[in-house]
Structure formats: C-alpha cells, structure tokens
C-alpha cells in the first residue's frame, strides 16, 4: 500500500450523475463501494464531500440572498450530501461517523482534531460535513485543511477527467496530460486544479494533491496499490510527463 491515510475529495457534483439536481442513488453506491474497497485494504479513509449539486454561495446573489447566508446554505448541502454517503457506506457494511465544521449535533458529531484522528486509527470511514464551517471557503480548502490536520499522505481529488490537463480536454482535442507536475509549475501555467486558498495550503505543507478520474471503476485502488493513475502535483520540480 501506498498511503496509509487518504483523504478523499469529490465534489457535490459529481453525486448528481446524468441528472441537473441533486443525487443520483447509482453514483452514491458506486462511490461507497470504491471507498469500501480501499477502506478494507486496511487504508485509512477520510472524505470530504461538496454540496454544488445543491446549492453554493455564489448562488445567492441570484436569490437575492446576503453571500454569508448562501455560504452557510452551501455548508449544509455538503452535511446533507455527507449523511446520504454516510447511509451507503453502512448499507454497504463499512463503518463510518461523520463530523461536521458546524454544530449539528443530532446528526453529526463535532468537528474535533483528534475524535476523527481516533476515528481513523479504528478503521473507521470519517466523513467531514459542512467544509470548515466558515463562510468564503469551499470544501476543497476544507478538504486540504482536513487533510493536514489529520496528517493525511496524500490529498485525492476525485473528478471525472482523468487528471491534469493543459487545456481542457473536453473543449480542446488537443490538450496535454501531465502525469506529474509541481505547485510551481501548476501555478505559473495558470492550470485549475483547486481554488486558490486550498492549492496554497497544500503547497506551503507540502501536502501532494492527486487529480484522477473517480467514475472509472477501480481507479481508487489502484491509486492506494501505488499505480500511477491521474496527475501527481507535487513539491518535485521534475520535468513534467506529457503524454497525447
Ligand atoms: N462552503 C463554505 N465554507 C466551507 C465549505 C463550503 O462557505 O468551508 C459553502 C460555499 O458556499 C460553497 C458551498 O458550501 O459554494 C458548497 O461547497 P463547494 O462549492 O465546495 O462544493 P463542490 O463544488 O465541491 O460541489
């Protein structure tokens, strides 16, 4: 095994499936099934969830709602998007608590560094609802604030692209995929791979990000095996890997 503790970042998004809104019950079971596998290899798994596919601060302007209020909306679409995850883990026999950045307490425990650390150690799934709990973030910050609080190996950011392109791959027939590439190079090239504040965190903790495809089956336990799957951002400043 690779990595001894993950943690896992998939975007409220992706839970939607085909549909416009909210979840897909196919893409639930599919995404616990793929944690279970790596949960079961003896990794220690932690996920942060996103809640786009429901609603995202930025929203709130066409609502005509204050962006504080929208943000804290935000937050709780990632707790309910959280407990729908939590319930197909544990249907699948995969143990789990979730923690949330806000108090919520009939349905989530409290957000406290060494519960889930504890957590974990135990083997079980931790799942962290509500991004960090303040408004302004998003929850692929909360996942690289998660991740070196707990001491995670790794950041992986599950997407439904294969990794790290130099143009969109879905636009541009020509883009280049990077295998590896460092913080640096991922910054002066402009490349999107997290927002800012959370691309930066990794990089001042030297926390190593991978990008890869969560919709390709296996994929998360190949990851785990140490098979090069997706695109590593790391400190290395190697000659990046391109490759059609
Ligand atoms: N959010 C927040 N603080 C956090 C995490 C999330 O205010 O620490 C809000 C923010 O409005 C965000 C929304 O919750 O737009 C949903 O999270 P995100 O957009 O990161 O979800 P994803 O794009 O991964 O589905």
Request: charged share 15%; glycine share 18%.
């Given at each position: 095994m690779k990595y001894k503790r993950i943690l896992l970042k998939l975007s409220?998004?992706?839970?939607m499936g085909e549909q416009q809104y909210g979840i897909d019950s196919g893409m639930l079971l599919k995404y616990a099934q793929e944690i279970k596998e790596v949960s079961a290899m003896g990794v220690e798994v932690a996920v942060v969830i996103g809640g786009g596919n429901i609603f995202r601060g930025v929203q709130a302007d066409e609502f005509g709602l204050d962006r504080v209020q929208g943000d804290y909306m935000g937050m709780l679409a990632t707790v309910i998007n959280s407990m729908a995850l939590q319930s197909a883990l544990e249907k699948a026999g995969v143990y789990t608590r979730l923690l949330s950045g806000i108090n919520i307490q009939q349905v989530c425990e409290p957000y406290i560094r060494r519960r889930a650390v504890r957590h974990l150690e135990k083997g079980r799934v931790v799942i962290f609802g509500a991004?960090?709990?303040?408004?302004?973030?998003?929850t692929d910050s909360a996942a690289s604030l998660r991740a070196i609080e707990i001491e995670a190996d790794v950041v992986l950011k599950g997407t439904r692209v294969d990794g790290i392109y130099s143009a969109d791959p879905e636009k541009d027939p020509n883009a280049e995929f990077y295998s590896n590439i460092s913080f640096k190079d991922v910054f002066e090239k402009g490349l999107?791979?997290?927002?800012m504040t959370a691309f930066t965190l990794c990089k001042e903790n030297n926390l190593p990000i991978i990008v890869f495809?969560?919709?390709?089956?296996?994929n998360l336990k190949r990851l785990v095996d140490g098979e090069s799957v997706g695109t590593l951002v790391s400190m290395t400043d190697m000659e990046e890997t391109l490759t059609q």
């Open positions: 409220g998004e992706s839970l991004g960090i709990g303040s408004p302004y973030f998003t999107n791979v997290m927002d495809n969560m919709n390709k089956a296996g």
